[in-house]
């Protein structure tokens, strides 16, 4: 199985910024998209930013401009650098990848994979 697993989060004031770290690892084959969600207190999940195998990015409206997403294939990472944070960016932020893995003997498998979420607070 692929496993996600988050780093970054934390606690910042108004206007300060973050970044959030996503490694996976496991039996990769390959990696199609990475991307960050994230759910606030009494919300549903929402994409925040996504990025695809060649680079392109997708970003959520309330976060352009303030956000960057960005991937280092060579090590299977995955960044959002969040700058000028605001107190409605508090939510707790998922990292997904999808794509291929190895399994039994040449076979490969499709993957659907989540990180466990790393905690924001963004205070006034």
């Known amino acids: 199985q692929v496993q996600l697993v988050e780093s970054g989060g934390g606690l910042v004031q108004a206007g300060g910024s973050l970044r959030l770290s996503c490694a996976a690892s496991g039996s990769i084959f390959s990696i199609n998209a990475m991307g960050w969600h994230r759910q606030a207190p009494g919300k549903q999940r929402e994409l925040v930013a996504a990025?695809?195998?060649?680079?392109?990015?997708n970003y959520a409206n309330s976060v352009k401009g303030r956000f960057t997403i960005s991937r280092d294939n060579a090590k299977n990472t995955v960044y959002l650098q969040m700058n000028s944070l605001k107190p409605e960016d508090r939510a707790v932020y998922y990292c997904?990848?999808?794509?291929?893995?190895?399994?039994?003997?040449?076979?490969?498998?499709?993957?659907?994979?989540w990180g466990q979420g790393t905690q924001v607070t963004v205070s006034s």
């Open positions: 990025i695809a195998n060649g680079g392109s990015t």
């Open positions: 997904h990848a999808d794509g291929l893995e190895n399994s039994r003997g040449s076979a490969l498998r499709t993957f659907d994979s």
